[in-house]
């Protein structure tokens, strides 16, 4: 399958090792673009050819510079983004690559408007897709009266999640006072971001669900339901353990969220249960590949597959049945480790219950036998972060990207 036309990877951790494995067990020529010290994917088996780039989160013009200059070289090339910063850069300077590269992102306008959770939450009511009472954070004596409404604890969660975790390695904050919800707000008010006060919806990490989909003039062609298990950090953060289950009732409000907001291609659509009433709420979209996208390529619903069919070999694509193998279990298993280590007592799982994954049917993350490299990668990178914190040394990059979820 030499003739196939290459797929290019940006940012080849967790995400990006999933798309790499599954296409280039395809024979599709898989080309990694990397640039951050936490990544491992680029090392794979599977990868023909490796292109250092600049950060595009730090150097978007010198980044999309470079992809220029090499665009003779990968002409036709699929550029497949796995974190939300390349997506931006990709989208907005997508009438400039088009020509050269197969660009699997919408425009710009679409994109950002996903990007911004606000726009997203306010297209959901208007839709009636079920999602937790939010306000914008615009001053904090309206913020205080709602919080106070909705009652604490409360979360302050960003309107652009890529860029507030990049400064405060956090999904979002819990706020449990007035007191904390002025600190907070003071806080990220100096660094410029935009964000929302959102009450908690009840129920623990197991009530999350995804609803992963790939949508064509429409319409899903592909669709996939999944359950989390236990997510780092505790309450309120990425999967680290998920299983795969089918979920009917995801179906109608992520495809009508799906369709509301106009996208087409791949999205990983989060909600949780409320257990007060049992709806599943909105938690975000991302129009992106997920971050256990391993998970449902082993259970037979092969995404990145689907794209390069769509995209690059121009096939008709016919809407799918919900059918894929269930009570498979996704595991970061370095990840669950660590938090097994800091946190078991605190998220309240028994030794059993811990286990319970790592004796069913599963995939890893990043551990792979057949692929090997990648998983030693991680397992330095982790051992280094753990000397420096206990020598009380400055990590550099690597230490302002600890544990980085893309």
């Known amino acids: ?164 975790y990049d400064i405060f390695k956090a999904k979002m904050f819990k706020i449990n006072s007035q007191t904390e919800l002025l600190d907070k707000y003071n806080m990220v008010k100096e660094v410029g971001l935009e964000v929302m006060v959102q009450e908690i919806i009840p129920g623990g990490d197991g009530q999350g669900v995804n609803y992963n989909s790939y949508f064509v003039d429409g319409n899903p062609v592909a669709e996939f339901t999944a359950q989390k298990v236990r997510i780092d950090p505790p309450f309120f953060g990425s999967p680290r353990v998920i299983v795969s289950r089918r979920i009917p009732e995801l179906i109608e409000p992520g495809r009508k969220l799906v369709r509301g907001l106009g996208y087409e291609g791949f999205s990983c659509t989060e909600f949780k249960r409320d257990v007060r009433d049992g709806s599943y709420k909105l938690m975000e979209i991302n129009c992106r590949n997920n971050l256990t996208g391993s998970l449902a390529v082993y259970c037979g619903v092969d995404f990145p597959w689907i794209m390069y069919n769509h995209l690059v070999l121009g096939n008709v694509l016919r809407p799918g049945s919900l059918k894929f193998k269930e009570n498979v279990y996704w595991i970061d298993i370095t990840k669950d480790i660590v938090m097994f280590v800091t946190s078991r007592k605190e998220e309240g799982y028994t030794i059993k219950e811990y286990l319970l994954p790592y004796f069913k049917e599963k995939v890893f993350g990043i551990l792979s036998f057949r692929d090997p490299v990648p998983f030693l990668k991680r397992c330095y990178y982790i051992l280094r972060l753990i000397i420096q914190k206990f020598l009380g040394t400055s990590g550099g990059e690597q230490g302002e990207e600890r544990f980085r979820i893309s």
């Not at 399958?1 to 494995?21: E, N, Q």
């Not at 931006?88 to 710009?108: D, F, M, N, Q």
């Not at 914008?136 to 919080?147: G, N, P, R, T």
């Open 1 to 164: 399958m030499d003739h196939l036309k290459k797929a290019i990877i940006i940012y080849t951790h967790i995400v990006g090792i999933a798309i790499i494995r599954a296409l280039g067990r395809r024979g599709v020529p898989v080309v990694a673009f990397y640039y951050s010290a936490n990544e491992v994917g680029y090392l794979s088996r599977y990868v023909r050819e490796r292109v250092r780039v600049p950060d595009p989160r730090k150097a978007e013009n010198d980044f999309i510079e470079k992809l220029l200059d090499v665009s003779k070289r990968f002409e036709g090339s699929l550029l497949i983004p796995t974190d939300d910063y390349t997506l931006a850069t990709l989208s907005k300077h997508k009438p400039l690559l088009e020509g050269r590269y197969t660009i699997p992102v919408g425009e710009w306008e679409s994109v950002k408007n996903i990007l911004e959770k606000r726009k997203v939450y306010k297209a959901a009511e208007e839709l009636g897709v079920p999602c937790p009472r939010t306000m914008e954070l615009k001053s904090i004596e309206e913020v205080s009266s709602f919080a106070q409404m909705l009652g604490y604890p409360c979360l302050i969660k960003p309107t652009e999640g890529h860029k507030f």
